[in-house]
């Protein structure tokens, strides 16, 4: 091999919808094909190159509102704190499972990139083997982010000490996506500062344009508003939904394209019907398509609760942005600290009562806030939002 190994401990269910964790995997690599000219992707479910995990990791297919609402069932029948702890529980015998099959692979050069979770030992194992430096990327630490969310881990405590300290302790550089996520590593860690490098979320400038065709979704309406995610409730969908339902009653004719799928579809479709909002939902989409639907889009949105921390990068804003469509932001966390509102995205705070729906009006009546806010989201992410300017980064600091 000419090319680094990128390690995701986690199965590629074809059937569960979009898996983010594998497409950030997949679009480090591309970027290292990029540069090197080879890499690997390594998972439990096999190996893969890049265009063969975003395939079978978009979840074409979909998990369905059916398929959902029995999910959904099944999650009220057992509690969250059960299920968690069977989780834990396991935890240690299948990354030893995973760790003895990575051994086996063949030999990477450059670095070993690893995409953090509990117990998580392939990596490592890998990178000590052949003498090379290990990147391990922490999205957030698991049972901190768990708290974040409220739930409760009774194993908790053990899986950090336990299963999470000692590889994020061992790691020769630390990326992850935000300020906040660097502290919560220093301070549960106590890794050094200087080990841990903030990498926000890139995007494939190469495959996310403004140029191209777009999806004709069957909006018969003035304005699309669009959304692309999985229909999960820590989103905050919901504000998005009863913000263009007030828009709809000041009188601007708009409907909303959502791209994606999860649980909480099916509670989010019952809002829109009640609404009577004209909306297109399409359901998991393969990767490929996702540029053709954002194009479709006058406007698009990344959503928030209202309430809690946000210590996320996410990768649809700057997809969003480098398909030349202007984006919606909440003023929090690295949205506040690295983008401009009326520069590069429009924001908005989530604490404050109609803010949403003040500055979707404000970017819908104004054609020239609207594309001036579009040409800098996209001249933002060609200059330094790519994948491989994030490389080159790592790539630095590993020398």
């Not at 004719?253 to 509670?267: A, I, N, S, T």
């Not at 806030?369 to 330094?384: N, P, Q």
Request: one cysteine or more.
């Amino acid at each position: 091999m000419t090319g680094p190994t990128f390690i995701v401990p986690l199965q590629v269910e074809a059937s569960a919808g979009p898996q983010a964790v594998h497409l950030l995997a997949a679009a480090w690599a591309d970027a290292a094909i990029r540069r090197y000219g080879e890499a690997t992707l390594l998972t439990p479910s096999g190996v893969f190159d890049p265009t063969a995990l975003r395939t079978r990791a978009s979840g074409g297919a979909g998990i369905g509102a059916g398929a959902a609402r029995g999910r959904s069932l099944l999650k009220e029948l057992v509690p969250v704190v059960v299920r968690t702890t069977i989780k834990d529980a396991r935890l240690p015998m299948k990354a030893v499972a995973f760790a003895r099959r990575a051994w086996q692979e063949p030999q990477p050069t450059a670095f070993v990139w690893q995409h953090h979770q509990p117990c998580a030992l392939a990596g490592l194992a890998v990178a000590r083997r052949w003498r090379l430096p290990l990147v391990l990327h922490v999205d957030a630490p698991v049972v901190w982010e768990s708290g974040q969310w409220g739930v409760e881990r009774p194993l908790g405590a053990a899986v950090e000490r336990w299963g999470e300290g000692p590889v994020v302790r061992q790691a020769d550089l630390i990326t992850c996506p935000s300020e906040e996520v660097a502290e919560a590593l220093v301070s549960r860690f106590h890794v050094g500062r200087d080990r841990v490098l903030v990498t926000p979320g890139g995007v494939d400038v190469h495959r996310f344009t403004p140029d191209g065709p777009d999806v004709d979704v069957g909006l018969d309406v003035e304005h699309v508003i669009g959304w692309v995610g999985s229909f999960r409730r820590f989103h905050g969908l919901e504000h998005l939904v009863r913000a263009v339902a007030q828009l709809r009653h000041d009188g601007l004719d708009v409907g909303l394209l959502l791209v994606g799928d999860g649980q909480d579809r099916p509670r989010i479709e019952g809002m829109l019907n009640e609404l009577a909002i004209p909306a297109a939902l399409t359901g998991s989409v393969p990767s490929t398509d996702v540029p053709a639907y954002l194009r479709a889009m006058d406007v698009a949105c990344v959503t928030h609760p209202g309430v809690g921390g946000f210590h996320y990068s996410p990768m649809k804003l700057r997809e969003y942005m480098a398909s030349g469509v202007a984006a919606v932001v909440p003023a929090v966390g690295e949205l506040k600290r690295l983008f401009v509102d009326g520069q590069d995205v429009c924001s908005y705070d989530p604490g404050v009562d109609g803010a949403l729906v003040s500055v979707l009006r404000d970017v819908l009546r104004d054609a020239a806030l609207r594309e001036r806010v579009a040409a800098g989201g996209l001249a933002k992410m060609r200059r330094e939002g790519s994948w491989d300017a994030q490389l080159e980064r790592v790539v630095g600091r590993l020398l």
